[in-house]
């Protein structure tokens, strides 16, 4: 363990000298990652040459999405790091339990070496944590080739808006009145099929998403996955039924916002520029929404109707062993903040303001509360953050792909690249293109929010999801094949709707 101290103590006054050099000389504080204008390349015809010529203008931008594929990869081996985690706990447990007395240092050597790997591990397996590991080695990088201060100047000019909402809305939507209200809505609707698990499945599969359009995204999933979690997934489902509704729950959710303006990032993203309103949405999104949620529950419920309609519902649960009546005043406060995060939504000091007025109301009415923990709304925000800085350093290959593309190329080429960043840089990244048409505008957007969720990454809400759920699906947690077979099939039903329904 002092060894690990002495070499983070040696890496630490490495980089603080190198800050200090470079705030010395003034060198390392040029711009970084470049403006797109100033590649000079609008009138090379070629996308492939228009990379290459990129690419030989600055190679860092290689670098850069080279360490953001490996991020990606990662993902997809979390799954791995997660159980030999679990395997080096076990060991520690083992150790724990034998007789310390006849060499009780040399055992508690072990176990301190145990229980480092196994935390090292965990955070290598964390998909909330992966993409913030992978910034380590792009600072660095950064460093190396740009200098520090290229890197103080480039996270200094990150907008980190949209992790801090989401961190903040994630903590107040998991709070006992904010559910105890959603609950007893979705209640009304779920008591027409009897109250049945297969009642509450489709009631908080189709009302939940739509509910991200007045209370945005990010609420509507915690909610919807902390209800599914109660109310389905303790039921122990099949596998196959387990991932489908995960796919469900992240495609209805990514394109349920799209009834209002102000609730899903991606729209948000392009809504003022492009002049998007309420009536808007709701003529050219909304609708089309609700049909491709509505179709694709029904799809799978049809498709799994014999297990949803055997699954028999336990005794009522209870989010806690705290029964005690929650006066309305509290539930009013609870409803007021949410409101005043989503008004504030982009100012970032409003929002924690707020967070840190709630907290202190929870406190002093902690007796019609249950603990927030906020564990899981910080790992999502640290989610959100390391990929809006990684999504920074990809400006300069996405914005001539999504450019060069017709309304159905558009279209498809937003989906297959949200699964592989976050639908709202890919929608921001589409208003610096020039000369977008109407048609273009929309294929975009659309294709942003129909591929939502595919991957845990394509949407800003899904991380809140997983965190949530990932506890149902074994030691590993979610796989992402998993998570992705499961949302193919609602993803092309969302598909059909937004561009097939004029």
């Not at 460093?143 to 201060?149: E, N």
């Not at 009304?188 to 099929?193: D, L, R, T």
């Not at 055997?310 to 705290?322: I, L, T």
Request: neutral net charge.
């Amino acid at each position: 363990m002092a060894a690990r101290a002495l070499l983070f103590l040696i890496l630490a006054c490495l980089l603080a000298g190198i800050g200090v050099a470079d705030a010395a000389s003034g060198e390392g504080s040029g711009t970084f990652p470049l403006p797109l204008e100033s590649y000079h390349d609008d009138n090379v015809p070629s996308l492939e040459a228009k990379l290459a010529g990129r690419i030989t203008t600055d190679p860092f931008n290689l670098i850069a999405t080279g360490i953001f594929l490996l991020a990606i990869v990662h993902t997809f081996f979390a799954s791995k790091f997660l159980k030999i985690a679990h395997d080096y706990r076990h060991r520690y447990d083992v150790l724990e339990d034998r007789d310390e007395r006849a060499d009780g240092y040399r055992v508690a050597r072990q176990r301190d070496s145990l229980q480092f790997r196994a935390t090292l591990f965990h955070f290598l397996g964390e998909i909330e944590a992966i993409f913030g590991i992978w910034l380590i080695p792009l600072g660095i990088a950064i460093v190396v080739f740009k200098g520090w201060g290229s890197m103080v100047h480039y996270v200094d000019g990150v907008n980190f808006t949209e992790p801090i909402f989401v961190f903040v809305i994630m903590a107040i939507a998991s709070s006992r009145p904010i559910l105890f209200v959603a609950e007893k809505c979705l209640a009304m609707v779920a008591a027409v099929g009897k109250g049945t698990p297969a009642a509450w499945w489709l009631s908080i599969l189709t009302l939940g998403p739509i509910l991200g359009s007045f209370i945005t995204e990010p609420a509507a999933m915690t909610i919807s996955a902390m209800l599914l979690g109660e109310r389905f997934y303790k039921l122990k489902p099949g596998k196959a039924l387990a991932y489908a509704t995960l796919g469900l729950l992240f495609v209805n959710v990514s394109i349920g916002g799209t009834f209002t303006h102000f609730a899903a990032p991606p729209v948000v993203m392009v809504a003022t520029k492009w002049q998007w309103g309420l009536e808007f949405m709701m003529s050219h999104f909304g609708w089309k929404a609700a049909i491709s949620i509505l179709g694709s529950n029904l799809l799978v419920l049809a498709i799994f109707s014999r297990e949803l309609l055997a699954m028999k519902a336990n005794p009522e649960p209870r989010h806690e062993s705290n029964d005690i009546p929650i006066p309305w005043t509290v539930t009013v406060v609870h409803l007021l903040a949410v409101t005043w995060t989503v008004l504030v939504a982009h100012h970032p000091a409003l929002v924690l303001l707020g967070l840190l007025f709630f907290l202190a109301y929870v406190k002093a009415t902690e007796r019609h509360q249950f603990t927030i923990s906020l564990r899981g709304p910080m790992l999502v925000g640290f989610f959100l953050a390391s990929l809006v800085i990684h999504g920074g350093c990809q400006q300069w290959w996405i914005a001539p792909v999504l450019g060069g593309l017709g309304e159905w190329p558009l279209f498809g080429g937003a989906v297959l690249l949200t699964a592989f960043n976050d639908n709202a840089a890919i929608t921001y990244l589409a208003t610096l293109v020039p000369n977008f048409s109407d048609a273009l505008e929309y294929a975009v957007v659309a294709g942003a929010v129909v591929g939502g969720g595919l991957t845990v990454i394509a949407n800003a809400p899904n991380p809140a999801g997983q965190s949530l759920l990932q506890k149902h699906f074994g030691p590993g947690g979610v796989n992402p094949l998993g998570l992705l077979a499961g949302a193919l099939g609602p993803t092309l039903i969302a598909a059909a709707a937004f561009m097939l329904l004029r």
